[in-house]
């Protein structure tokens, strides 16, 4: 059984609006790149092993939807490229049947973000995810691959209140996911990553986003020992309000919430080493702003 493909690509994949616009555009930010987790979700190195990956991704939008669906920013237009390299070792030492893995995620990130504000188009250092300890479990019978991570989203992308956009958000998270992956058959693979996201107040603006619980998700079948087919997606649900300067925005807290979903295709080259190529497009969305993703991710070892 190889290990993953994907991880995470990195802090940060949408831009800040301008300041006039803040309520419109900070809470649709969150740390976690949702949908990277679809493949070999619950699997890691195995001891003593390092792993390369790097993720490649193209979002666009072309509106923010409102509480109920429809366009709540005239003009709006979002465009982020970012190339993300990620290293993951586990220690040769564990705890019992556990691993002990290790990893950090760097974001390169090119926003362009257009509204009634103005456009502004940013290329720069997004924030770092740090994961010091992820802790493995796999099941005797190999079927059955898992591991937690209490990651951290450090500000260290580009940011400041009077730019149109930004690569980063200003603000710590905390990043809390378990991963899994269950073969039921040889050909077969469900994966899933459960994510919740809690971020500290934005300094500089005094906004502080709700949290929000993020599931992505995979059920893939191998046509062959190298190749497999998929579909995958996302779901995201924001469960407490957004604050400005400790108070509620809005009636509703302005809570966002999006789904999204797409075909994947995996090649393995080698034991382990490989390629995924994926696509989500994105619905049922609520105070985010709503488009397209394609990925392109690969790992090897070094």
Sequence with gaps: MTYPITRRLGA???????????????????????????????????????QFFNYSIYYSADRFAGPHGGSAVPGFRLDV?????????????????????????????????????????????????????????ASPAKDFHAFFSPSFAVPTGAY?????????????????????????????????????????RNRATG????????????VGYAVSP????????????????????GVKVGADGFRGQAAGIGPQLRYMWGPASGIAVKYQHEFAVRNRPQGGKLWVQFSFPI
Excluded at 21 to 35: M, R
């Design 226 to 245: 190298r190749l497999q087919l998929g579909v995958q997606g996302t779901l995201l649900k924001q469960f407490t309000d957004d604050k400005q300067d």
């Design 12 to 50: 940060g994949l949408l831009a800040c609006a301008a300041a006039s616009l803040a309520h419109a555009t900070e809470n649709g930010q969150i740390s976690y790149p949702v949908g990277v987790n679809t493949v070999l979700n619950g699997l890691l190195p195995p001891p003593g092993a390092t």
């Design 81 to 137: 490229v970012a190339e993300t390299p990620r290293i993951v070792h586990t220690w040769e030492r564990g705890l019992g049947p556990f691993t002990i893995s290790s990893s950090a995620i760097v974001p390169i990130q090119r926003a362009r973000l257009s509204t009634p504000a103005g456009t502004g188009t940013k290329t720069a250092l997004g924030d770092v995810i740090l994961e010091p300890f992820m802790l493995g479990y």
């Design 207 to 218: 906004y502080q986003s709700g949290s929000v619980a993020v599931l992505d998700y995979l």
């Design 160 to 200: 400041s209140s009077s730019r149109i956009a930004n690569t980063g958000l200003n603000t710590y998270a905390f990043l809390p996911y378990l991963s899994m992956s269950w073969f039921p058959g040889p050909r077969w693979e469900v994966s899933t990553t459960t994510l919740i996201e809690a971020n500290t």
